[in-house]
């Protein structure tokens, strides 16, 4: 509770404490749990769901196996891709400012992400609810903030030098969570046109024997 007010009331003080705490997995647990909920919800619930439904049929596993495969790779891809753009942050911002804990900076960026993942989901709803759009666009805005405080106290840079990183970020973090969605859209697409060959050059073969026959 203590650490929550924190996080609303004194986020600067929050970002320095993670640098001893010993409870940073909750972090990740939650950016896991709401990137779940986001697969669950999103507008590209329809292709996952078709994803399944393919390797249901093509590996011949059941329903329930066939979603968390689905689940599974797209959690993933976006952890893989937050660590990736962490790792390209501090790189950047090593170069241009000072170096710091790598550790410290993935825990800050978690919260940061998280925030930002919260925003992405409210927005889905956003089109038929005004008041999830005005708390969509309140999630985004905490969590540029919170994106500054953090990149600023982590390498010492000054306003300038923090803004274009920070934009630098937040391109990189919208763009791998649209990269995810055709990464699983070009392997099921891939899959379905192998599919669709191997259909046709079977009826093929059925023909020829039957007009050899």
Known sequence: MKQGMRFLVKPTSFFNQLQWSRHHWVIIA???GLALVETQVGRQHQLYSAFATFL?????????AAIWAVMAARLGLMLGGAYLISTVIYIVGSLVGQANSRRVLFRRLAVVFT??????????????NPNVALLSLGFYAWGLFLGYIAIRNQF?????????????AVLLVTSSWQASNRVI????????HSLSKNHVEHNQSQFKFGANL
Do not use: C, K, P
């Open 185 to 192: 859209t070009v392997a099921l697409q891939n899959q379905m």
């Open 115 to 128: 925030v930002f993942l919260g925003g992405f989901i409210a927005q889905h709803y956003g089109d038929t």
């Open 30 to 32: 939650s950016f896991l």
């Open 56 to 64: 249901q049929y093509r590996v011949g596993i059941g329903a329930n």
């Open 156 to 168: 010492e840079m000054n306003h300038l030098q923090t803004s274009i990183l920070l934009a630098f």
